[in-house]
């Protein structure tokens, strides 16, 4: 039963008419209690006690109006903060120095075990209350900004050391034709400068600048870069190496009564030497032939195998074997039910190229493309994004859908550029109806099965 008793039911089960004296009497009744428990509740509730400096209690008058409906929870937080025993500022640094100052332990302390820092804070009554997450919002930010650094269940604050330089060498893409080249991306971390030498020299400060840096062709089959700020001698990063990859390809050429093969050494650069045998033996091993042009391949040879090799780089690649088609024999064609791979490039150099293409392969089951790059530029040209990608599994269209929609949407529409290593189809067939439809010649030699 309440304060009122049963009277408003009564009133309300003789419906009795709102305006009627006996509803504005209850009205004011109501009012009057309700300023009598007010006033009793700030008469009795006028301090607010809590823990303060070197575990003794702390006394602080509070006031709790009721004016608006006013929380009380709000009023003792509103206490709280007045004295500096509540806060909301956990974003400001001010927030960070005294964690660091009241929890890690001592003023020396740079590691503490995480769950110690927060035990430390439930138990420290120097400590100031504040939202539960606080510690953890606190966390989060200073390792965003390299403030403290996460060491398994540790955390160790800074200041840190500068980061040491050193050279990112990223690889963008790779010439399947003509010289064979690679284009990498070569960035300099925490450093302003890098140059670099070919071959095994070591690069110094004196050494040849990495002029594009962003599209830097290596012409040749060994790199050596280093990372060095020239206002500090002393900021020298460690010489950064990157040795081409060696490729080999061949054309078998049938000449009537007799075979004859082709090979091709990528890249194209000074020192590489291809041998070859007709035995099946490996050309790693002794007897092999040194390759000086296209070659008869002898009457009772069955395989060919071949190799490149840089000798002053300890350079080679993988060992091909051609299967030479015997008399009686088919030479070796394209499956048409198993997975096939075209193993050639192919460069899309205008934005509607790129989403024909993209549309070509929605339509087109199974089809993936693998060691793709993008290149998305703003119409005023202010604006340039690169994307390079070479997952394991390729990208079918609708992850080439996704990336080229999100690089225009950075740059704000503009052209869009694109590059694919290869093509993986889920049969030969498929394969065959793609060269068709895309007017490309068939050539065995690009097809892996």
């Known amino acids: 039963m309440s304060y009122f008793g ?241 490729r080999l390809k061949y054309q078998l050429h049938n000449r009537g009564d007799h075979f004859e093969v082709d090979l091709l050494a990528l890249p194209k650069a000074n020192g590489i030497a291809i041998r070859y045998t007709t035995d099946g033996s490996s050309p790693a091993s002794a007897g092999f032939a040194t390759y000086n042009g296209p070659f008869r391949v002898p009457a009772n040879c069955r395989i060919v195998c071949a190799m490149a090799v840089a000798s002053a780089y300890d350079l080679n690649s993988e060992t091909i074997r051609i299967p030479i088609p015997q008399r009686g024999e088919k030479e070796r064609t394209l499956d048409p039910l198993i997975p096939a791979r075209w193993n050639q490039q192919t460069k899309l150099d205008d934005s509607g190229a790129v989403w024909d293409f993209i549309k070509r392969l929605e339509k087109t089951l199974g089809v993936s493309a693998y060691d793709i790059s993008f290149t998305a530029e703003s119409s005023d040209g202010q604006q340039n994004v690169e994307y390079s990608g070479a997952l394991d599994r390729g990208y079918d269209a609708a992850a080439l859908k996704s990336v080229a929609e999100k690089l225009r949407e950075i740059v704000g529409g503009g052209s869009l550029r694109m590059t694919i290593g290869a093509l993986g189809f889920p049969t030969g067939q498929t394969l065959l109806d793609w060269l068709r439809a895309t007017n490309q010649p068939f050539n065995l030699a690009k097809i892996t099965q």
Not at 50 to 69: C, E, K, M
Not at 173 to 178: F, L, P, T
């Open 6 to 246: 049963n009277a408003p039911d009564d009133l309300r089960s003789e419906n009795t008419p709102s305006d009627d004296p006996q509803w504005r009497a209850l009205d004011a009744l109501r009012d009057r209690v309700g300023l009598q428990f007010t006033a009793a509740l700030k008469e009795a509730f006028d301090q607010i006690v809590y823990p303060s400096i070197n575990s003794a209690l702390r006394t602080t008058g509070t006031d709790l109006a009721f004016a608006g409906n006013q929380s009380g929870e709000a009023t003792i937080r509103k206490t709280l903060e007045g004295v500096q025993k509540f806060t909301t500022k956990i974003d400001d640094d001010g927030f960070r120095t005294k964690a660091e100052a009241r929890l890690f332990g001592s003023t020396e302390t740079k590691v503490v075990l995480w769950s110690d820092l927060k035990r430390a804070a439930a138990v420290n009554t120097n400590w100031q209350l504040h939202k539960i997450s606080a510690l953890d919002d606190l966390k989060a930010v200073c390792l965003q900004r390299g403030l403290w650094r996460e060491e398994g269940n540790h955390i160790r604050r800074g200041p840190f050391p500068p980061p040491v330089p050193e050279v990112s060498i990223r690889e963008l893409s790779v010439q399947e034709d003509g010289d064979g080249h690679t284009f990498l991306k070569i960035e300099p971390l925490h450093a302003p400068s890098v140059v670099y030498e070919t071959g095994d020299s070591d690069p110094t400060g004196a050494s040849s600048p990495v002029s594009t840096p962003t599209r830097f062709e290596a012409t040749g089959l060994r790199y050596r870069f280093l990372a060095f700020d020239p206002a500090d001698s002393g900021r020298v990063s460690a010489v950064k190496e990157w040795t081409a990859k060696l």
